[in-house]
């Protein structure tokens, strides 16, 4: 069915009498246009309440990430492939996806045994199923919450790809992250689509135990660079 | 029993969803009572993320203010509810998703139906959503020959044990990990790849056999279903909230996804976000942040499902809407907070509440959704200790609203009955008695004789009918030996 094919169920241009007409008219008689709430008081701490930085923002950042039982690994932008190289290779990680930006354009290996994957054209869900991970960068990050927000721009890859590979490398450098959440939703554009992670994929639905690795990657490293 | 409804708004239908129990709550409490098993899981899965809330929403500076925030927001979301619909239906067309409208159960599962028949699927996998609970998705997709297979871990042991969901978050908290064990090795096999013949009861175990058993439907899936926990009207941008990556696998990887949503699950502004992505997953899994959030905005061409549909439910959500008193029952985020404190619901469970909804936040929300007539011993299903408002991260007063809908309840039965019950008789009686000053003073001599009903402890434990309605589960105390007024009246 499509929007309005049949007058009950549709969007804009329905016959009068169908769903979104009755539902929209039962909303005005139940809030009876009564007056107006005030806007909301914002007295929490806002995105331009000042916060904690420099190194001292990392080191929340690792703390938090620790916490979730992510592996880190502290870099600096000059030595930052040489890290990835370190973290690929104990990992034991043979072919890598990686989504344009992250890397210098055309490069197909790393080390000799590190093979990188592009996305173009996409990977099926089975290819990215049969990669040993995925290398991407970041948008955000918030330290307080351990959360590294990826939103489909250079470096990240849409988003299947940082999903369906078990392993996940992510880059963070030091301009990248910010100290509370409302930070990150200031200079997060919502057009774009996000992912929001914060630790390896996990549950507590078995007697509210928390544990690591279910669907998404099980293991997710961080390499954070000042 | 018939009530007469709010200005006229139409409750959920009976007969369609999972919003009504077979039987009344203390009926189905005491058989709960009487499972030890089940007490002891309860107790021990609450207690544990009692702690874990309180640890985490203790380190947050700002949380009364951000609670405040959160209570503003879904308030001014709900006075001006039709405009932010109609502005999130316009961002979502806009974006190149499809908004449908459904004024209830039957009409979601229709749309829904058609839906995934247009797509040419026969299955579809399925992200833990409480909307697609409430209006019993599953079932209508059954009848219309479509398996949808649940892929959150504990919907999944639902499903595969044949059983209905008893907590918001954690539908099978009532399940401890020996049973889960059972349950996966049993069912496994009859609908897709098999446990492993030596799964422990390990949780790290169970969830690797949840990983194996649905990664192939994940791969292939072509329709996914989702709820969201919230839209953003200035934007159109929807949310989704988990842990386990099995939401992510479902808004990402199929071609078609559908989202369906209660009308109550908008923000206004995307700025609101920050607020609601700090307040819920500190009070509903006792995070600093969960492990996955989505977001998406219609269609992303290139990225995710290439076609997106949005359905927004009704099933009584105008009615509970039309009551000053109750309406605040909207503002919920689900995130069961307040089931996790309630002394009731951890010690009855939440399969006695007889909802997709328990606990308290159930038990003022089912009824009003329902009409209070359906559900008219939830109200009463609280000890109105306080609890659940203390820790509800959006302020909804329960205990006060419980107290109205019981009121509502009372109203509803007078409505319907010209003989008098028997606590309206008392009640009638009393107010005869408080009438007169000294009609009150006779009444409380009179009632020094019931001190002969008493034995030795000095309580009333059993008195006739009617008023053993009260005893049966509560002494009454005796009554003093001297009143106030005799006391006054002779000092």
Known sequence: ?226 | MTEPVFLGLPTAPPGVGHLRGRRPFPEAARTALGDAQLRRNLAKATGTIRAKRAAVVGEVPDWAELRAAGAAIKDQVLAGLDGYLVQLEEQVTARGGVVHWARDATEANRIVTELVRDAGADEVVKVKSMATQEIGLNEALAAAGIAAWETDLAELIVQLGHDSPSHILVPAIHRNRAEIRDIFLREMGKVGLPAPADLTDQPRALAEAARLHLRRKFLEAGVAISGANFAVAETGTLAVVESEGNGRMCLTLPRTLVTVMGIEKLVPTWRDLEVFLQLLPRSSTGERMNPYTSMWTGVHPGDGPQAFHLVLLDNGRTATLADPQGRAALRCIRCSACLNVCPVYERTGGHAYGSVYPGPIGAVLSPQLTGVADNASLPYASTLCGACYDVCPVAIDIPQMLVHLRSRVVDAKRGHSRVPSPEQAVMASAAFAMDSPARWTAALRASRLGRLLGGRRHRLTALPPPLSAWTGTRDAPLPPRQSFRDWWARR
């Open chain 1, 1 to 226: 069915m499509r929007a309005g094919a049949d007058g009950t169920s549709g969007g804009h241009g329905e016959a009068p009498g169908g769903a979104r007409e009755e539902v929209l008219a039962r909303v005005r008689t139940a809030t009876g246009g009564g007056p107006a709430p005030p806007p909301p008081a914002r007295e929490y701490r806002t995105a331009d309440h000042p916060a904690v930085g420099g190194e001292e923002l990392l080191e929340l950042l690792v703390d938090r990430l620790v916490d979730y039982r992510a592996l880190i690994r502290r870099s600096t932008t000059a030595m930052v492939a040489a890290t990835v190289v370190a973290a690929l290779t104990e990992r034991g990680a043979r072919r890598v996806a990686v989504p344009d930006g992250i890397l210098p354009a055309g490069l197909e290996r790393l080390e000799p045994g590190i093979e990188l994957v592009g996305d173009d054209p996409p990977l099926s869900p089975a290819q990215l199923d049969g990669l040993d991970g995925v290398l991407t960068g970041c948008a955000v990050a918030i330290a307080e919450t351990g959360t590294i927000v990826l939103d489909a721009g250079p470096g990240q890859g849409r988003r299947a790809l940082s999903l369906v590979p078990d392993y996940h490398l992510v880059v963070v450098t030091a301009a990248q992250v910010v100290a509370t959440v409302p930070q990150a939703v200031a200079r997060l554009d919502p057009s774009r689509p996000q992912t929001w992670i914060s630790g390896p994929s996990a549950t507590s639905d078995i007697e509210l135990d928390r544990v690591e690795g279910v669907h998404g990657p099980r293991t997710l490293e961080v390499i954070v660079c000042s």
